[in-house]
């Protein structure tokens, strides 16, 4: 469709005309409102100056950075290999129901069933000492598994509970154990329990360094025989220094070679 000059329009398309230079003059301030609120939600359009925007940029940065600053707590077996039974860690139960009885139903970090793999309910990862109450009684040393500060003790527990008939006994003391608990940097707390009795030589508050004695591995508590129970809680949860499927894809451990061998013995 061609155009007309104004002079040669007709009285109707000069009407027309006329109406749609109204409407423009209605709607085009209504768009260029529009716009503006949008750019200015947007921050578009908003000039801080330099030193400003630095400040907003680098508070937006201030708590990832302090959180990268702490790196995760990676941990050592905490005590010497050589006086383990070999091949036997009793681990973490990652299935909830509580089948009673005698325990033995449970699922490891790798979906192994039942016992040796685990026992019901069972919180930590258990090492048992080779050679038992003798071993015990030689002294095996018991080590921070990780850089950290020690937050409880509990000693002074009788430290020759054993199986009798399938239940453990105590020979008539309260079933206590003896513990020593560390929080670590980034939130992770290890607690080693069933110590020898009066063998704990660190107390609360206590900076110890990966490796640093802490007790002797004993039998007190709920114990069948003389082994350390380690656990690991973060925010309150436990969870398995182990990697599998039924855990976490990563290992607490520093070195992990299978899941049937001990963890390596070195510091991060
Ligand atoms: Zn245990």
New binding site residues.
């Given amino acids: 469709m061609g155009y007309v000059r104004w002079k040669d329009a007709t009285p109707l398309q000069k009407a027309n005309a006329m109406v749609h230079l109204q409407l423009l003059n209605i709607f085009l301030p209504l768009v260029i409102v529009i716009l503006a609120i949008v750019l200015l939600l947007s921050g578009c359009g908003v000039d801080l100056p330099i030193n400003q925007q630095l400040d907003a940029s680098s508070s937006d940065l201030e708590e990832p950075l302090d959180l990268q600053l702490i790196e995760m707590t990676l941990l050592r077996l905490p005590l010497g290999h050589e006086h383990l039974l070999e091949g036997w860690i ?1 681990g973490v139960d990652h299935d909830p129901v509580d089948h009673g009885g005698l325990g033995m139903e449970c699922v490891n970090h790798d979906g192994y069933l039942n016992f040796p793999y685990c ?1 019901d309910e ?5 090492f048992a000492l080779a050679g038992g109450f003798l071993a015990m009684d030689e002294g095996v040393g018991v080590l921070a598994a990780a850089d950290g500060t020690v937050i409880r003790v509990v000693d002074g527990n009788y430290d020759r509970c054993r199986l009798d008939w399938f239940e453990v006994t105590c020979d008539g003391h309260p079933m206590e154990a003896n513990e020593v608990v560390i929080q670590h940097p980034d939130g992770l707390m290890t607690i080693y ?2 110590l020898r009795k009066d063998s704990v030589v660190v107390e609360p508050g206590d900076e110890v360094a990966c490796g640093a004695l802490i007790g002797m591995v004993g039998s007190s508590g ?2 069948v025989m003389p ?5 690991l809680r973060m925010r309150g949860e436990v969870v398995d220094p182990y990697s599998g499927f039924m855990s976490q894809p990563w290992s607490w451990w520093v070195t992990e070679e299978s899941w049937t061998g001990f963890p390596g013995e070195q510091c991060r």
């Fill in positions: 009793v026992y069972h919180r930590g990862t258990d329990k069933h709920n114990s082994h350390l129970h380690l656990e």
